[in-house]
Every structure is written in C-alpha cells, then in structure tokens.
C-alpha cells in the first residue's frame, strides 16, 4: 500500500513540476527583458522538460494503478526514472541561478525554478523508497 502511495506521489510531483514549468515558467521567461536574455533559445528546453515531466507523471500514474509488483524491468525504468530526475534537478537549479542575475522581475522564475528542483529531488527519494519497498514479483 505504501508503495503504492509513493508512486503515486511521485507522479504527482512530476504533473506539478510539468504544470509550473508550462504555466508559470514559460510566460516569464518569453518576456524577459534582462539585456543579452536569448528567451528563442530557452524556451524550447522548458518546453521539452514539461512535456518530458508530463509524460513521465503519465506513465508513473499507469503504472501505480496497473501494476501491484515489481519485476526486474520495473526496477530498471524506476532507477533510470530516478537518475533523470536527478538530473533535471541539477537542470534546474542551473536554469534558477542564472535567471536570479537578470533582475528582480525573473525572481519569481528562480522561486519557481527552485520549487520545481525541491519536488525533482524529492521525486529521486520517493523513486529510491519504492525500489526498495515495492514487492518482488517472483
């Protein structure tokens, strides 16, 4: 039940992350005004990464209610789903303390950016819990 849970949770997070990326990063971002800002160059990687965290939360919400064990693919695409997440993570804070240099009005950009970072690296833990809690099929 509890590893029910923390999939869920973690596909959860991952929508959340997706939803603030698409509505609250992206507006932001095409309207920044910070001299030599290349929002044409950025906006398409947060595009990417909220179609990436959306399709993910997708796939771990089908699998929580689908699934009620774990087989050894399972366990591959939880860890790979963890080392990307890992990595999105550190995306993001890259991405945070970048816009927090162009001025107070991308300040709430770098807020939003480190939220979403926080709910990445939790998402990581969540995914570390539940390869090790989720029951082995045998």
Known sequence: MFTFRSINAVATLYLFVAFIVA??????????????????????????IGFYEFI??????FIAYRFK????????????????????TLAFIDAALAYWSHGTAM???????????????????????????FPSLK
């Open 23 to 48: 509505l609250g990063v992206i507006p932001f971002v095409k309207f920044n005004i910070f001299p030599d800002a290349t929002p044409g160059n950025a906006l398409p990687v947060f595009w990417a």
């Open 56 to 61: 993910i939360g997708t796939i771990l919400m």
């Open 69 to 88: 064990g774990r087989s050894k693919l399972l366990s591959v695409f939880f860890a790979v789903i963890a080392v990307l997440a890992l990595i999105t």
């Open 107 to 133: 300040h709430i950009v770098t807020v939003l950016l480190l939220c979403c970072s926080l709910a990445n690296l939790l998402t990581v833990i969540l995914i570390i819990r539940a390869i090790i809690l």
